[in-house]
Nanobody, 122 residues
Protein backbone atom coordinates (compact mmCIF):
# COMPACT_ATOMS: atom_id res chain seq x y z
CA UNK A 1 0.00 0.00 0.00
CA UNK A 2 1.26 3.49 -0.85
CA UNK A 3 0.79 6.22 1.73
CA UNK A 4 0.98 9.98 1.30
CA UNK A 5 0.80 12.25 4.32
CA UNK A 6 -0.11 15.90 4.09
CA UNK A 7 -1.31 18.80 6.20
CA UNK A 8 1.82 19.74 8.06
CA UNK A 9 2.98 23.30 8.46
CA UNK A 10 3.92 26.07 10.86
CA UNK A 11 1.56 26.84 13.72
CA UNK A 12 1.78 28.80 16.94
CA UNK A 13 1.65 27.07 20.29
CA UNK A 14 -1.92 26.39 21.27
CA UNK A 15 -3.02 26.09 17.66
CA UNK A 16 -4.37 23.16 15.69
CA UNK A 17 -3.55 21.19 12.57
CA UNK A 18 -5.17 18.24 10.86
CA UNK A 19 -2.93 15.77 9.11
CA UNK A 20 -4.23 13.49 6.40
CA UNK A 21 -2.80 10.30 4.99
CA UNK A 22 -4.17 8.99 1.72
CA UNK A 23 -3.68 5.33 0.91
CA UNK A 24 -3.71 3.51 -2.41
CA UNK A 25 -2.79 0.19 -3.87
CA UNK A 26 -4.42 -2.28 -1.51
CA UNK A 27 -7.60 -2.62 0.50
CA UNK A 28 -7.31 0.17 3.03
CA UNK A 29 -9.77 -1.35 5.50
CA UNK A 30 -7.53 -4.41 5.86
CA UNK A 31 -4.93 -2.36 7.70
CA UNK A 32 -4.48 -0.89 11.14
CA UNK A 33 -3.30 2.66 10.65
CA UNK A 34 -0.94 4.57 12.90
CA UNK A 35 0.81 7.88 13.26
CA UNK A 36 4.39 8.25 14.41
CA UNK A 37 6.63 11.26 14.69
CA UNK A 38 10.34 11.86 14.64
CA UNK A 39 11.99 14.96 16.02
CA UNK A 40 15.55 15.91 15.05
CA UNK A 41 18.06 13.69 16.80
CA UNK A 42 15.38 11.46 18.26
CA UNK A 43 13.93 8.07 17.46
CA UNK A 44 10.62 7.64 15.71
CA UNK A 45 7.91 7.44 18.34
CA UNK A 46 4.36 6.17 18.35
CA UNK A 47 1.54 8.71 18.53
CA UNK A 48 -1.73 6.89 17.80
CA UNK A 49 -3.29 3.93 16.07
CA UNK A 50 -6.76 3.14 14.84
CA UNK A 51 -8.23 -0.27 14.12
CA UNK A 52 -9.51 -1.51 10.78
CA UNK A 53 -13.04 -0.20 11.24
CA UNK A 54 -12.12 2.72 13.46
CA UNK A 55 -13.73 1.21 16.54
CA UNK A 56 -10.56 1.07 18.58
CA UNK A 57 -7.94 3.75 19.08
CA UNK A 58 -4.96 4.28 21.31
CA UNK A 59 -2.64 7.18 21.99
CA UNK A 60 0.74 7.97 23.42
CA UNK A 61 0.46 9.51 26.87
CA UNK A 62 2.06 12.73 25.63
CA UNK A 63 -0.77 13.43 23.18
CA UNK A 64 -3.76 11.84 24.88
CA UNK A 65 -6.59 14.36 25.11
CA UNK A 66 -5.01 16.63 22.50
CA UNK A 67 -4.75 14.43 19.40
CA UNK A 68 -7.54 12.44 17.76
CA UNK A 69 -7.04 9.78 15.12
CA UNK A 70 -9.85 8.88 12.73
CA UNK A 71 -10.30 7.18 9.39
CA UNK A 72 -12.66 7.20 6.44
CA UNK A 73 -12.46 3.84 4.71
CA UNK A 74 -14.61 5.10 1.83
CA UNK A 75 -11.94 7.71 1.11
CA UNK A 76 -8.95 5.49 1.98
CA UNK A 77 -7.75 8.19 4.34
CA UNK A 78 -6.64 8.40 7.95
CA UNK A 79 -6.50 11.65 9.86
CA UNK A 80 -4.75 13.06 12.88
CA UNK A 81 -6.44 16.07 14.45
CA UNK A 82 -3.90 17.86 16.62
CA UNK A 83 -5.10 20.47 19.10
CA UNK A 84 -3.38 22.50 21.80
CA UNK A 85 -0.09 22.07 20.02
CA UNK A 86 3.15 22.58 21.92
CA UNK A 87 6.66 23.37 20.70
CA UNK A 88 7.70 19.86 21.72
CA UNK A 89 5.23 18.49 19.15
CA UNK A 90 7.56 19.76 16.42
CA UNK A 91 8.57 16.79 14.29
CA UNK A 92 8.09 15.01 11.01
CA UNK A 93 4.87 13.03 11.24
CA UNK A 94 4.53 9.70 9.46
CA UNK A 95 1.54 7.52 8.79
CA UNK A 96 1.97 3.78 8.72
CA UNK A 97 -0.07 0.70 7.87
CA UNK A 98 0.11 -2.69 9.52
CA UNK A 99 -1.91 -5.80 10.21
CA UNK A 100 -1.59 -6.14 13.97
CA UNK A 101 -3.66 -4.22 16.47
CA UNK A 102 -2.06 -2.80 19.61
CA UNK A 103 1.20 -2.14 17.81
CA UNK A 104 3.23 0.73 19.27
CA UNK A 105 6.54 -0.16 17.71
CA UNK A 106 7.56 1.05 14.28
CA UNK A 107 8.71 -2.50 13.56
CA UNK A 108 5.09 -3.67 13.62
CA UNK A 109 4.09 -1.58 10.61
CA UNK A 110 4.79 -2.68 7.06
CA UNK A 111 4.13 0.42 5.01
CA UNK A 112 5.15 4.02 5.56
CA UNK A 113 4.45 7.37 4.00
CA UNK A 114 7.13 10.01 3.42
CA UNK A 115 6.14 12.20 6.32
CA UNK A 116 4.94 15.75 6.75
CA UNK A 117 6.70 18.39 8.85
CA UNK A 118 4.90 20.04 11.74
CA UNK A 119 6.58 23.04 13.35
CA UNK A 120 5.11 24.62 16.47
CA UNK A 121 6.47 28.01 17.42
CA UNK A 122 6.45 29.31 20.97
Amino acid sequence: VQLQASGGGLVQAGGSLRLSCAASGRTFSNYVMAWFRQAPGKEREFQAYISWSGGSTSYADSVKGRFTVSRDNAKNTVYLQMNSLKPEDTAVYYCAAGRTLFGRSALEYEYWGRGTLVTVSS
